[in-house]
C-alpha cells in the first residue's frame, strides 16, 4: 500500500505551486531552471516527492521569495499523528486551499497591481462584506 504524501510536503508544494502560478512561470520552465522534468516538478507540487532543502533553497531564488514563505501556514506534528494543525493548535483543513482557481489567482494578480494602499485597504473591506454571511433579522 502506497503512503500518503506527509501534511507538509503537501502544503509546501501547494505554496511552491501557488507562487509558480502568481509569477506566471510554467513548471517546465520551473523545471529547466532547477535541471529537472516538469514532472518532477509536479511531483514536488503534490507532496508526492519531498524537496531537499538546497532545491527548495533554489526554488525560492527562481520565484523570489525567502524560503520561509513555504512553510507559512504549516501544519504541525504535535497530537494525531494524522492530524493536520497549524501553531495555534487548530485543525486545518487542507482541501480549502490545495488548488486554486484561474480567477483567484487572476484576482490577486490585479490586487497587487494596485499601488493605492488605501484603494487596497478598501478592496479586501468589500470582498469581505461580500463574503460574509448574511445577518438575520432579529
Request: charged residues 25%.
Amino acid at each position: 500500500m502506497k503512503k500518503a504524501p506527509d501534511p507538509v510536503d503537501r502544503h509546501v508544494g501547494h505554496r511552491v505551486r501557488v507562487r509558480r502560478l502568481l509569477v506566471g512561470v510554467s513548471q517546465e520552465k520551473l523545471g529547466d531552471a532547477l535541471g529537472v522534468t516538469f514532472q518532477q516538478i509536479q511531483k514536488y507540487e503534490k507532496g508526492t516527492n519531498r524537496i531537499s532543502a538546497s532545491r527548495l533553497q533554489q526554488i525560492a531564488e527562481m520565484l523570489g521569495v525567502a524560503v520561509g514563505f513555504f512553510y507559512e501556514g504549516a501544519p504541525r506534528h504535535e497530537g494525531n499523528a494524522g492530524e493536520d494543525k497549524p501553531s495555534n493548535g487548530a485543525a486545518v483543513d487542507m482541501s480549502s486551499d490545495l488548488f486554486w482557481t484561474s480567477q483567484d489567482l487572476q484576482l490577486v494578480r490585479a490586487f497587487q497591481r494596485i499601488g493605492d494602499s488605501q484603494v487596497r485597504r478598501r478592496i479586501i473591506g468589500l470582498v469581505e462584506s461580500l463574503g460574509a454571511p448574511p445577518e438575520t433579522a432579529g
